[in-house]
């Protein structure tokens, strides 16, 4: 299938974002195609990565480069890992006129990116997302940042990249469980704005969990264009985006009440999150019931783990409440919550009392 190309314009910048396969090994055309030029680059390579891989992005980058390999997890997505990576562009006299390049899912990016924005505040950057996860969902929009010890992604900012690649090769290289993480974005992003879009998923998805031409790259396609019309119209998260974090105040809570452990992954963090999410919608009579059956009906066909009682159990539950209250996305001290009203249409600013979240998910753990 061909390249298929979408372009990102921001108040704070304007960037391609590229879908095709072995776009790697085109590397220096691309730049050149894009008039993006610099004079050395640092590269941040997740270490998981084969090193053919590597090494064919690697010999399409003619310019001066110093490669730098992450062990990209949870735990190392922190301001420690920032600060070694600015140490290192110091080091080796990087400027404005250079670029960071990050190569791995999206706490690579995440983290790189970060480094990118803070570097003589502000570096060219340029995201090579290699996950599903990533390339349908952080590599879009600017949001940079790490986590604390308090919660996922506390300290950030947004910054937007000069170059997004999303190259379906890489997909090959991922395990299933994988693939099926990623595509919990690309489920969210059908329900918060396209209900035809969650339809051709409906039809399709065991297509594209296999990776088939050219339902996968439809896929990207279609939700990169779902999310970049989101962050066009609120890049800085005032209204809009909020619908972006659908299911995600559920999912980041759980996720940390893991300590980010490897038993639960954030594509399946997310799974869980939407479910717990559309059940609350389905609560407060936001949604009809016929549309709820019709989202677990499409969840089922993923073969997950569906129920928070598979990784968690009512000791866990004040830990639970505790993220979420640390949510951002908080005002004062009731915690706000993205709900659907119906396939493809969210309710935004629902804010609630921790109690009436924690007598919800105290019956989710029952039940």
């Known amino acids: 299938m061909r390249e298929i190309k979408l372009k990102v314009q921001t108040k704070n910048g304007k960037y391609p974002i590229i879908i095709g396969s072995n776009l790697s090994s085109k590397f220096s055309k691309i730049l050149k195609k894009n008039k993006i030029n610099f004079n050395q680059c640092f590269l941040i390579i997740d270490k998981k990565i084969g090193k053919k891989t590597i090494n064919k992005l690697s010999n399409s980058i003619i310019q001066k480069k110093i490669i730098y390999y992450f062990d990209s997890s ?14 290192l562009l110091q080091k080796n006299n990087f400027n404005r006129n250079d670029c960071l390049i990050t190569v791995g899912g999206g706490i690579t990016g995440d983290t790189g990116g970060f480094a990118a924005s ?38 950030g900012s947004f910054y937007q990249p000069n170059l997004v690649l999303a ?17 919990a974005e690309i489920l969210k992003h059908s329900l918060i704005s396209d209900k035809k879009f969650f339809l051709y998923l409906d039809k399709n998805v065991q297509n594209i969990l296999k990776l088939k031409s050219p339902f996968i790259e439809k896929a ?26 659908f299911g995600h105040t559920f999912a980041h809570a759980y996720e940390a009440s893991t300590t980010y452990s490897k ?21 407060q009579k936001l949604i009809e019931k016929i549309e709820y059956q019709s989202i677990i009906s499409h969840i089922d066909k993923l073969k ?25 996305k908080n005002n004062a001290d009731k915690i706000n919550l993205i709900l659907l009203k119906k396939i493809g249409s969210t309710i935004i600013d629902n804010h609630y009392e921790a109690r009436k979240i924690k007598k919800f998910l105290r019956q989710e753990l029952i039940d």
């Open 220 to 245: 990207i396609f279609e939700s990169c264009k779902i999310k970049r019309g989101i962050v066009q119209k609120d890049e800085k998260e005032n209204n809009l985006r909020k619908i972006l974090n």
């Open 118 to 155: 803070l570097f003589k505040r502000g570096l060219k950057f340029i995201n090579i997302p290699t996950t599903l996860l990533s390339q349908v969902d952080s590599s879009v929009g600017g949001k940079t940042g790490v986590n604390t010890k308090y919660g996922k992604n506390l300290i």
């Open 263 to 283: 038993k639960l992954n954030h594509g399946e963090a997310v799974i869980l999150g939407v479910r717990s999410a559309i059940k609350f919608s389905l609560e």
């Open 74 to 87: 949870e735990k190392n997505k922190n301001i420690n890992t920032v600060l070694e990576i600015l140490n």
């Open 167 to 183: 190259d379906t090769f890489f997909l090959k290289t991922l395990p299933k469980r994988e693939i099926t993480c990623g595509y």
């Open 304 to 328: 997950l783990p569906l129920n928070i009682q598979e990784y968690f159990s009512l000791n866990n539950l004040v830990k639970i409440i505790s993220f979420m209250t640390k949510d951002k």
